[in-house]
């Protein structure tokens, strides 16, 4: 597996760190809230139980298990694997995604659950954030890392669902998708 990484981008050591300041400042803005953690599958199952080990607050937690993107290219459409999710309704939502790229995913979720679900208000945390034109208009309250455009894996993140068992975040080899 190492191999397949052209450079590593954040060693697990820096991405715990990073997880201790923004569990600081959730603990500080939700320590009001009645609020739910809505983690989005497969991509936030790693940092989610470390960063929720962080936060010294009562919260609800569930998951939802999305898709969208087929190999290294996002499909454009999200495609709900799961249709029923935890009642949010009144409450307060934080969303965990893995990364933020062309921001339909984020976008699609948020208004789901404003709008269907009810809740209310919906916030979103990002592990990390690519530096680019988005698709949806959407930012993150809450971001990890910035990054250039590149394709990462590890720590959650996948190529076909591989690589996401790396304990650290690196830049895919682009031979390895770019064929
Ligand atoms: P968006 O809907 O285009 O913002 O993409 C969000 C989803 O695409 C993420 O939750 C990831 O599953 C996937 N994704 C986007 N960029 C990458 C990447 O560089 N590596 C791995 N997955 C990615
Ligand atoms: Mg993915």
């Given at each position: 597996m190492n191999d397949d990484i052209a450079k590593v981008?954040?060693?697990e050591s820096?991405?715990?760190?990073?997880l201790d300041e923004l569990a600081h400042l959730i603990?500080?803005?939700y320590s009001d809230k009645e609020f739910?953690?809505?983690s989005i599958l497969n991509g936030s199952f790693i940092f989610m139980a470390?960063?929720?080990r962080r936060i010294q607050l009562p919260l609800q937690v569930d998951c939802w298990s999305v898709s969208s993107y087929h190999?290294?290219?996002s499909s454009g459409s999200i495609n709900f694997r799961q249709h029923e999710v935890a009642d949010v309704s009144g409450r307060h939502v934080l969303l965990l995604d893995d990364i933020l790229d062309?921001?339909?995913t984020l976008s699609t979720i948020k208004s789901k659950l404003m709008n269907e679900k009810n809740a209310k208000s919906v916030k979103s945390w990002v592990l990390l954030c690519k530096n680019i034109t988005r698709k949806a208009e959407v930012e993150a309250d809450y971001v990890g890392f910035k990054i250039d455009n590149e394709f990462v894996v590890g720590?959650?993140?996948d190529y076909n669902q591989q690589y996401r068992n790396l304990s650290y975040i690196g830049v895919l080899k682009e031979e390895l998708y770019k064929k």
């Open positions: 981008l954040y060693h820096t991405i715990l760190s990073r603990t500080e803005d739910t953690v809505i470390d960063l929720l190999g290294a290219k062309s921001g339909l720590y959650g993140l």
